[in-house]
């Protein structure tokens, strides 16, 4: 049980973190009128609202869950809360791209794609945690211990929609922070943000293969949340300090 407290409390401190981030973010953006840096901060409070119910979620599955025999409202919390988690961490991937945009372009083809992806990623995610298995009873842990996961493809196949839409708008808006930094050459804390967040999204595709391997898919959530908040740390270290709308 301490292992797991411990566990729960890692998780705690990272969502805190994201929240501070996203909040220090705001004040210093909306002083200065920096738009940008507003919509950074809101993804941040995003993805840290998003994490933070997650993690709320497992604890309280973990208290008072019954997966995977009889599930239990816990178990239903928990299952909204992926769905919350997956569509707002999405959501900050596509304010990371709308930030690192070169001043006075617009949105573009590209733009409203990942607009679209990010909509996919939202539905795909209700779809699945939310209405399959929260609404309908159809747990992935229940049905894998029924061993008739097979007859309900819908469900793992709305769940890798939902996790390859939430990939592929984070491998955009790491490649075009990265793009952004190239183009103002610079290097250090923007450089590092940049690549720790292609690290977080490539942890977030290979986090799905290992979800039966309790170790491992700790070892990986760890990683994950320690790239993406050292990616924001640093990542927002950048936005703060450059001049209003740079």
Not at 208 to 234: N, Y
């Amino acid at each position: 049980m301490e292992g797991v407290e411990l566990w729960h409390l890692t998780g705690l401190v990272y969502v805190s973190f994201m929240l501070a981030l996203g909040v220090l973010t705001l004040r210093r953006a909306s002083p200065a009128g920096d738009g940008k840096a507003r919509l950074l901060g809101l993804g941040l409070l995003g993805i840290g609202l998003g994490d933070g119910s997650h993690v709320v979620g497992h604890i309280l599955a973990d208290l008072y869950g019954g997966l995977p025999g009889q599930p239990t409202w816990a178990d239903a919390f928990e299952a909204v809360a992926t769905a919350v988690s997956v569509t707002l961490a999405t959501v900050f991937f596509l304010a990371i791209w709308l930030y690192s945009r070169p001043p006075g372009e617009k949105l573009g083809p590209l733009g409203w794609a990942l607009i679209s992806t990010t909509a996919l990623a939202a539905v795909a995610s209700f779809t699945s945690w939310a209405y399959l298995q929260a609404c309908l009873g159809l747990y992935t842990k229940r049905l894998r211990a029924e061993g008739t996961l097979g007859q309900h493809p819908e469900v793992l196949a709305s769940m890798v929609v939902a996790v390859l839409a939430m990939v592929a708008v984070g491998y955009a808006g790491g490649l075009a922070y990265l793009g952004r930094v190239r183009r103002e050459e610079r290097s250090g804390a923007p450089l590092w943000g940049g690549l720790l967040l292609l690290a977080a999204v490539t942890l977030v595709l290979i986090h799905p293969f290992v979800a039966g391997l309790s170790a491992t898919l700790r070892v990986i959530t760890a990683l994950k949340m320690l790239c993406l908040a050292a990616s924001a740390g640093l990542i927002c270290l950048s936005a703060v300090g450059r001049p209003v709308g740079g």
